[in-house]
């Protein structure tokens, strides 16, 4: 089985900063690419940033400069840093990983359970 568990959401004013961080465990040979999504209420899921396993990354255009995606492969961790938070920012914010479970067998889609990103005006 494998598990990603989030943390470091919470409430902060606008202008505020958060770092978000997302652990991988159990039963895994290889993690490809991790990323975080996020979901407004009343909207869809929306990619905010991905890293690849070499460490290349890609931003929704709308957290460029303010959000940073890394990862820290030893420890089978993704973080976001989120600075200059706006309140539609707000929204519930999950871990994604591909992931390998053993030698020779084809990587999946895993999420975590998410965690609430609140940003007041």
């Known amino acids: 089985q494998v598990q990603l568990v989030e943390s470091g959401g919470g409430l902060v004013q606008a202008g505020g900063f958060l770092r978000l961080s997302c652990a991988a465990s159990?039963?895994?040979?290889?993690?490809?690419?991790m990323g975080w999504y996020r979901q407004a209420p009343g909207k869809q899921r929306e990619l905010v940033a991905t890293i690849t396993s070499g460490g290349s990354t890609n931003y929704a255009d709308s957290v460029k400069g303010r959000f940073t995606i890394s990862r820290d492969n030893a420890k089978n961790t993704v973080y976001l840093q989120m600075n200059s938070l706006k309140p539609e920012d707000t929204a519930v914010f999950y871990c994604n990983a591909e992931i390998s479970p053993r030698v020779g067998v084809r990587s999946y889609d895993y999420w975590g359970q998410g965690t609430q990103v609140t940003v007041s005006s």
């Open positions: 159990g039963r895994i040979f290889r993690i490809n690419a």
